[in-house]
Each structure stands twice: as C-alpha cells, then as structure tokens.
Nanobody, 122 residues
C-alpha cells in the first residue's frame, strides 16, 4: 500500500517535496516508482523515476532531469520526490507504485496509491 502526500499549488520556479509512505511492501522484492498523470489524461501515466534494492534512483522523464531527486528513508518506510524549479507543464497527479519487474520495465508497475495533486501556476 502506498500513501502519497506533499502536493499543492506552487508558483513557477517553486519547489515541492512529495512523500510516499509504503506498507506491506519490501524493496527486497519490488522496485518503487514515481509516475504522473497529466491533466486531461484518463489512463496514461508519465514515468518519472524509480528506485530498487539493486539500482537507482533512475530518472526517466527528460523534461524533469536535473530538477528532481528521488530518495528513501528506510526507517520511515517513505520515498520522496524533491522537485525544484517547477514549471506549469509539471502539473498533474503524482503517484507511486510498485515495480514488479524492477526498474527495467515501466509497463509492470501497479498497486498505485491515491495520488497527490501538484499544480504549478502563477
């Protein structure tokens, strides 16, 4: 189970740190990834980043590279996504989910949390 938090309304150039608290989940068995659903998208999610016991963090989304950092606090069972210099196109609902085939295949992610909404607007 994943519970995301930390979203909100931020002006362009601002920063947010998203959190994803996980339970009944182990990085010994699965990867964990951040994904985003853009406004108007009903089904597709943009793959943002991934971390597993064996690799990562890996940053998939070219438009956010250099502005995001994924990290984990194992003591708190929480992964974070620090996002800096945010842009309007970063707007969306951000989810974390389990990677059933590690970070190697973005298609095999699921068990999504409820998401946290990020709106970048002036």
């Amino acid at each position: 189970q994943f519970v995301e938090s930390g979203g909100g309304l931020v002006q362009p150039g601002g920063s947010l740190r998203l959190s994803c608290e996980f339970s009944d989940f182990s990085l010994d068995d699965y990867a964990i990834g951040w994904f985003r659903r853009a406004p108007g998208e009903d089904h597709d999610r943009d793959a943002i980043s991934c971390l597993s016991k064996f690799e990562g963090p890996i940053y998939w989304i070219d438009s956010m590279k250099g502005r995001i950092t994924m990290s984990i606090d194992n003591a708190k069972n929480t992964v974070y996504l620090q996002m800096n210099n945010l842009r309007p196109e970063d707007t969306g609902v951000y989810y974390c989910g389990a990677g059933f085939r590690g970070c190697g295949d973005r298609r095999y992610f699921g068990s999504w949390g409820q998401g946290t909404r990020v709106t970048v607007s002036s």
